[in-house]
């Protein structure tokens, strides 16, 4: 790997290339049906997640608000797969739940989606991409999380390289380079390769299994709604 660069912050608008990430897509034959964006919740939507958390603790309010937070029950470096079940229940409920069920988890967790076409999220992203800014301490504190410290010993030990290179693949530059996480041109081509290896392997295993994670996550969030318990 090479050194990250130093983010350069002015005034000229992000660019998409900058605060996206390029996976390639495997050539589909006219006779296949068009991907669906449920085909994305497999089990390789959970290995997003640590990239997912470390950007948001990159806009300067999350991340002094999580590092500075007394609130145990809520960290993630406590309570890792809690806070993995919530992100990914609510990706499961926006995609696959019923309007009443969206309603009753977007209101659990108090967002409101307000961008309606994926122009304007570019837009928002964006510019939402520009307030990225990352002090010592949260950069410390989204080190222990990009190497996984959060879960146990033997863990790390079977997981931990690959999935600390999907944490930065997943990564947008703009965030790698705030946060200090080298890239090169060759981690980006294995990233890309690896990709495509996936697709290629999806092909032949069993939907039940790729989805399985995803299954158990609805079946969960419904068992709650119905018993009135807590969503996240």
Not at 51 to 71: D, F
Not at 103 to 113: D, G, L, S, T
Not at 172 to 182: K, N, Q, T
Not at 197 to 218: D, L
Request: net charge positive; charged share 25%.
């Amino acid at each position: 790997m090479t050194a990250a660069p130093e983010p350069q912050y002015d005034d000229a608008p992000l660019t998409n290339a900058q605060t996206r990430i390029r996976i390639p897509s495997i050539h589909r034959s006219e006779t296949k049906r068009l991907p669906q964006l449920q085909d994305a919740l497999d089990f390789w939507q959970f290995s997003g997640a640590a990239a997912n958390v470390a950007m948001q603790l990159a806009v300067p309010g999350v991340g002094r608000g999580v590092l500075e937070s007394k609130v145990e029950s809520g960290s993630l470096m406590a309570h890792p797969w809690k806070r993995l079940r919530t992100t990914a229940s609510y990706l499961a409920v926006a995609i696959l739940g019923s309007p009443q069920e969206q309603a009753e988890f977007r209101a659990a967790v108090n967002i409101a989606h307000r961008q309606r076409t994926r122009a304007d999220f570019d837009i928002y992203w964006n510019e939402a991409c520009r307030e990225v800014a990352v002090d010592p301490e949260v950069r410390a504190y989204i080190d222990d999380l990009l190497r996984l410290r959060m879960i146990h010993w033997y863990l790390r030990v079977i997981f931990g390289g690959l999935l600390r290179f999907l944490t930065a693949g997943y990564l947008a530059p703009h965030f790698r380079a705030a946060m200090g996480v080298e890239w090169s041109a060759a981690d980006q081509r294995r990233f890309e390769h690896l990709f495509v290896f996936v697709g290629f392997v999806n092909r032949f295993v069993p939907k039940f299994i790729r989805f399985a994670g995803t299954t158990s996550m609805m079946r969960n969030v419904r068992h709650r709604m119905r018993k009135h318990r807590a969503l996240i």
